[in-house]
């Protein structure tokens, strides 16, 4: 790392969670010359938060320490020369004359202050704030599970540690200024009560509901048409034909190509009985009748979001692969039944990377699960002279962290104007809870700029309004939307 600092860290002397010693290693391992201090004034979290949040972990099967769980203590470390930084993970120690980072959970200075959110069926807002008064960063986390604030509140306090790791650099480089008026805090509540009041009936309701049904089944759709799509009115509209399934397996991120004259549609191809995807492709007809799916690739890891696209004289395919933790790039070596690695792109847990072309450069846009939390709610860029790289992370990285704008929803789009817009998944809703549509405003290696979503509206005929992918090649325009589905009997998986 270019800019090192030295940072007071300070932790509760009783009972720290778990969240902070992961802060805590980030920092060191990002050559920071790090001190502990304890605060002895802290208060410990009521022993029946730690009590019910370990047993639903439990009753879930969730092995593994939450980032929640608290630890007998974190040691104290001493650091090299002067401190240039504070982190006050309590939120309330005592002030000095060193510039003080301290987050905000919901506008409460406590972290089980999230858990509480949680419980109440809320969504977190987590806020970093500099000296006490001015807000420096936001993040608006994804929450994957939301009927269960054991798996929610790790899914916070995960991007409660991204946050502070990137202000941490934005100090270090000069670059923190005001965000705005930080969020007013909620009303204090207790978590027990919040938890048995609110979060049990809802964790009910979700059991119940994953046993008579899929927890997920996808479905694609797809139309012909001239002239303006989705993409120009804002809003689905008409026209929309379902590609079948038989139910126990579901198509979904479709990506649409033309090839020598005829259209091919590359999809996810999930299987219930199995839990893993493959990709296959969809040809049509010369009166745009879809053929039978076949599998074009297979990997021991699941695959998604097969971005097919034609560039330097072959035709590519750059699939998601985030259970590897490799981004792999596959050249076609007979379109479009055989596939080949070409190069890996990205090493880590990316998600739903989507190329642009810009400025004499290629650009992928994805999201960054950064070690634990949610796969749908850490923006990040990368830039490279070719398409085999290497591949540079934004010096802003991570560029946003936004459950309704982070993760792509499909390849840039570009309107008449030669405006560039994203289509970005909106989260607030739960995961494939929507589209919208993000125009790039600004791309270099010095800034990523993107203007607030516009919602796509589902007005229409299509069934499932519930939509995270937007494509469209020539005349073929294709979406996907979550349908409900009955388990058959017989089956074995939740989803």
Not at 31 to 55: E, I, N, Q, R
Not at 241 to 261: C, E, V
Not at 459 to 478: A, C, F, K, M, Q
């Amino acid at each position: 790392m270019a800019h090192t600092l030295a940072i007071d860290i300070i932790v509760p002397r009783e009972e720290p969670r778990r969240w902070q010693h992961v802060l805590i290693e980030r920092l060191v391992a990002e050559g920071h010359d790090v001190a502990v201090l304890h605060d002895g004034t802290a208060k410990p979290w009521p022993a029946a938060v730690h009590m019910l949040l370990s047993l639903e972990r439990t009753l879930l099967r969730k092995p593994g320490k939450a980032l929640s769980a608290r630890l007998d203590a974190i040691a104290q470390m001493p650091r090299q020369r002067p401190p240039a930084l504070r982190l006050d993970l309590t939120g309330d120690a005592v002030s000095v004359d060193v510039p003080t980072l301290t987050l905000r959970f919901d506008g409460a200075v406590f972290d089980l202050a999230a858990a509480v959110s949680i419980a109440m069926g809320r969504l977190p807002v987590l806020e970093a704030i500099l000296d006490g008064k001015t807000m420096v960063g936001q993040a608006l986390p994804m929450i994957d599970r939301r009927e269960t604030p054991a798996l929610g509140l790790d899914d916070v306090l995960a991007r409660a540690v991204t946050l502070l790791v990137s202000m941490v650099r934005a100090f270090a480089e000069g670059r923190l200024f005001s965000l705005g008026t930080p969020v007013p805090a909620h009303a204090a509540a207790g978590f027990t009560r919040a938890y048995v009041l609110r979060s049990l009936p809802r964790l009910g309701r979700e059991a119940w509901r994953r046993l008579r049904f899929r927890h997920t089944h996808w479905r694609i759709g797809y139309r012909f048409r001239d002239g303006e799509g989705v993409a120009e009115t804002e809003q689905l509209g008409t026209g929309w034909q379902i590609l079948p399934d038989d139910g126990d397996r579901f198509y979904a991120d479709p990506f649409p190509f033309h090839w020598h004259g005829r259209a091919y549609l590359f999809v996810e191809d999930y299987v219930h009985a199995i839990g893993k995807a493959v990709i296959s492709v969809v040809p049509f007809d010369g009166t745009g009748k879809p053929q039978a799916p076949r599998v074009v690739l297979e990997e021991p890891h699941h695959l998604s979001y097969p971005q097919v696209f034609a560039r330097d004289g072959a035709v590519w395919m750059l699939p998601e692969a985030s259970a590897s933790g490799r981004l792999v790039l596959y050249r076609a070596v007979d379109f479009p039944d055989r596939w080949a690695a070409e190069a890996v792109l990205l090493e880590g847990d990316i998600s739903d990377a989507t190329l642009l072309e810009h400025g004499g450069k290629l650009w992928l846009f994805a999201t960054h699960r950064d070690g634990h939390g949610s796969t749908s709610d850490t923006l990040v860029v990368f830039s490279a002279p070719v398409l085999t790289g290497p591949w540079k992370p934004h010096a802003l990285n991570p560029i946003l962290i936004d459950r309704r704008r982070a993760r792509p929803g499909g390849a840039f789009v570009r309107d008449g104007s030669a405006r560039l817009f994203l289509p970005v998944q909106d989260g607030t809703l739960g995961y494939g809870g929507g589209l919208g549509l993000a125009e790039l405003l600004a791309l270099d290696d010095t800034m990523v700029r993107f203007s607030e979503p516009r919602t796509i509206r589902t007005d229409g005929d299509w069934p499932y309004p519930r939509i995270h992918t937007l494509n469209r090649s020539g005349p073929l325009e294709v979406i996907d939307g979550i349908a409900v589905v009955r388990k058959r009997p017989g089956s074995s998986r939740a989803s």
